[in-house]
């Protein structure tokens, strides 16, 4: 026979209050409209994302959209993070490895990938494709965090002595701008085809880690 404190009581049950449940309505709300965002600009370019579009899509009106995110300003942030989050998604996919110099090659290849893949969020981060959106510190940390397996690899190669600057973050950020420019003059039409801009991007590649290491 079961004493009665083995059973259930109705004071350890979870009670959402009415605050909590518009917070989380809210919230997933939120989601959607990012997702509904998100697809315009893959679909149709990043110049595409209006509030007006990205209601409709949503099937509501435009005052709610700017009531969560108070312009289109705070709706390309919220993309920017997202994209933030594919990008790190995608080198963390790319599997760690002794050889820092192969591991950088393989990350690099992710980064290219996540260009292709990823084209409108790419331009929106760092294409300058949303007008006049400036990341913010919470996004350029976003970044940062996005970034953070090459800063890594940059420290490792340092703290081993196989790159002589002393400077993770300078040698990061000389091997970003190198492989974003080939990759944005690409995107831009200024490289005819593809296959010549990943010529081009390998052999940037080759030549940044022949010169750092």
């Not at 259930?8 to 049950?13: L, N």
């Not at 209006?50 to 919220?78: H, P, W």
């Not at 039409?189 to 940044?208: C, F, R």
Request: aromatic residues 8%; negative net charge.
């Amino acid at each position: 026979m079961n004493k009665a404190s083995d059973k259930p009581s109705i004071d350890s049950r979870t009670v959402t209050t009415y605050p909590e449940a518009k917070l989380q309505h809210a919230e997933m709300l939120k989601l959607n409209i990012i997702e509904a965002a998100a697809t315009i600009m893959q679909e149709q370019g990043p110049e595409a994302v209006t509030i007006r579009r990205v209601a409709e899509k949503m099937e509501c009106s435009t005052k709610i959209i700017y009531n969560l995110f108070g312009s289109k300003d705070g709706l390309a942030r919220q993309l920017y993070l997202e994209g933030c989050k594919l990008l790190a998604a995608a080198f963390e996919e790319v599997p760690a490895q002794a050889d820092l110099k192969q591991y950088l090659r393989e990350l690099a290849e992710a980064y290219w990938q996540f260009s292709k893949s990823h084209t409108s969020y790419y331009m929106l981060m760092f294409g300058g494709a949303f007008g006049d959106f400036k990341p913010g510190a919470d996004s350029l940390q976003a970044t940062i965090t996005a970034l953070q397996q090459l800063i890594t690899i940059i420290s490792q190669a340092i703290e081993q002595g196989l790159i002589s600057e002393k400077d993770p973050l300078l040698v990061v950020n000389l091997v970003w701008s190198s492989l974003h420019g080939t990759i944005h003059l690409y995107l831009g039409g200024h490289i005819p085809n593809e296959a010549t801009a990943k010529a081009l991007y390998d052999h940037s590649v080759a030549l940044l880690i022949h010169s750092f290491f």
